[in-house]
Nanobody, 118 residues
Framework: QVQLVESGGGLVEVGGSLRLSCAAS????????RGWYRQAPGKQRELVAT???????NYADSVKGRFTVSRDNAEKTVYLQMNSLKPEDTGVYYC????????????WGQGTQVTVSS
C-alpha cells in the first residue's frame, strides 16, 4: 500500500509563500500522475495542480502563475510551491498519486492545513 505524507502547511499572511512536500513510500511503480488537491470549509475538494509521468503540468485557473508543482529526481516526492497567497487559498491540501500498469490505483495523503490570513 502506497503511503503519502504531506508537510509544509501552516499559517501565512496574504502575499506570503509556502512550500508543501509529499513523500511517498511503499510499492511505488508506474506512477502516472502526482499532484495536489484542496478542500476549503463547506466546499468540495478541487484540483490545484498535477504533474504527469512525462512532466506535463496542469493547474487550476485560480492558481496559475502563483503555484508550481514539481517532483524530485527519485520521483518519490512531489512539491507545491505557493507564492502570492490569498485568503481564498485557505484549506486542507491533499497529496494525490495515481499509479498502475493495467489497472490504476489512486492514493491520498492525510492532508495539511494551509491558512492565509488577511
Amino acid at each position: 500500500q502506497v503511503q503519502l505524507v504531506e508537510s509544509g502547511g501552516g499559517l501565512v499572511e496574504v502575499g506570503g509563500s509556502l512550500r508543501l512536500s509529499c513523500a511517498a513510500s511503499g510499492p511505488i511503480f508506474s506512477v502516472n500522475v502526482r499532484g495536489w488537491y484542496r478542500q476549503a470549509p463547506g466546499k468540495q475538494r478541487e484540483l490545484v495542480a498535477t504533474i504527469s509521468k512525462g512532466g506535463n503540468t496542469n493547474y487550476a485557473d485560480s492558481v496559475k502563475g502563483r503555484f508550481t508543482v514539481s517532483r524530485d529526481n527519485a520521483e518519490k516526492t512531489v512539491y507545491l510551491q505557493m507564492n502570492s497567497l490569498k485568503p481564498e487559498d485557505t484549506g486542507v491540501y491533499y497529496c494525490y498519486w495515481r499509479q498502475g500498469i493495467f489497472q490504476q490505483s489512486d492514493y491520498w495523503g492525510q492532508g495539511t492545513q494551509v491558512t492565509v490570513s488577511s
